[in-house]
């Protein structure tokens, strides 16, 4: 039993009913709301302070002890900015659009585990539900770029949505290889089934989740939506203010879910010796997020006709052989040490990668019209 189900067990025996109902809900909420804008704030700090030591900078450290408060007054940089909307734009299409962007990031920690019974709902399609309202996200990005009427960001809306569309399908082969081994699709129920984490235990299975969640993310070197050369800033190129804020927020607010989703699924989520179960979530969140920077400090974008093919010449087949590699373990090796499963699966996901890789190439060199 979840705390905010004890909490509306108690006040069932107070309050009327119609309240005992309403009032749990709010402090989810709320609750939800305090988590997401307090971690989204210290990722972009993190963010800034990690690039500067990658670029052999110092990175902010002006306002506040490291520069803690300087995400703060970039919020408040950019809440002052005027709210200016096209003159020819579909005004309410182009309100909403950043609405439904944000939202779905707040619904998917309804069911995210920060500790044993420290999780809103847990729901026994956890995971599903997370599937379906990451998704959301996608109709809010076309609809921005359509809203706008603005040819650039309808085609980065085009282009963003083909990306995630594409990317989805391996994430949901890399997360069903999870569930298998599990035997749940219960987000509670998956981690407490991790004696060993699923990283070690389905190493390639991780590798596709990571890098499509990253793709979906929009983050580098997938990050083709602020191709500046091509479409300036991309599907929310005539957002300002209030509105660019939240697709602002929304960014990191994927980047913080994904990241708490990957430390659910494959780091055995809040497991861990001697320090309190939430502190140990956070440090594998934060581990996930800094190998995210880590990236963007390191590699170069890729072109448009590289990404596609990398997801659907290169993940989804991949995707492919290790959902049917982890079912015929499950099926025919039930019973076998997991340690021995360690070192068959790390050895398949080395011989597949580099197998892969030969047999073909995302291309080089210009691209001749």
Known sequence: MTMLEQFRLFLSGIWPDWAAYLVPGIVGIVIVLAFVVVLVIVF????????????????????????????????????????????????????????????????????????????????????VYV??????????????????????ALISAFRTVAQMVSYELP????????????GSLSMTQIVESQSIPYL?????????????????????PF????????????????YSGMKFAMFYLGEYGHALAYSCIATTLFLSGWKGPFLPPIIWFLIKVFA???????????????????????AWKGLLP???????MIAAEMLWLPEINLWILVVVNVVAAGVLVLLWSRLFTLGGGRVEV
């Open 318 to 324: 991949i995707a492919i052989i290790n959902l049917f």
């Open 288 to 310: 996930v997020f800094g190998v995210i920077v880590w990236m963007r400090a390191t590699l170069p974008r890729l072109r448009v006709d590289q990404l596609m093919g990398f």
């Open 171 to 182: 994430v949901v082969l890399a997360i069903l290889g999870v569930v298998l081994m599990a």
């Open 131 to 152: 599937v379906a309202v990451s998704a959301v996200s996608a109709v809010g990005i076309y609809a921005a770029g359509w809203a706008s009427n603005n040819k650039y």
């Open 223 to 238: 990050d083709l939506l602020e191709a500046d050369s091509e479409i300036v800033a991309g599907y929310h190129i005539e």
């Open 44 to 127: 972009i700090w993190f963010e800034r302070r990690l690039l500067g030591r990658f670029q052999i900078r110092l990175g902010p450290n002006r306002l506040g002890p490291e520069g803690i408060f300087q995400p703060i007054a970039t919020a408040a940089k950019i809440l002052m900015k005027e709210d200016i909307v096209p003159a020819k734009a579909d005004k309410i299409i182009h309100w909403l659009a950043p609405v439904i962007v944000f939202v779905p990031v707040l619904l998917i920690f309804a069911v995210v585990p920060i500790g044993q019974r420290a999780i809103l709902t847990d729901l026994n399609v956890g995971i």
């Open 200 to 220: 070690i235990l389905q190493p390639l299975g991780f590798v596709i989740f990571f890098l499509g969640t990253i793709a979906e993310m929009n983050r580098s």
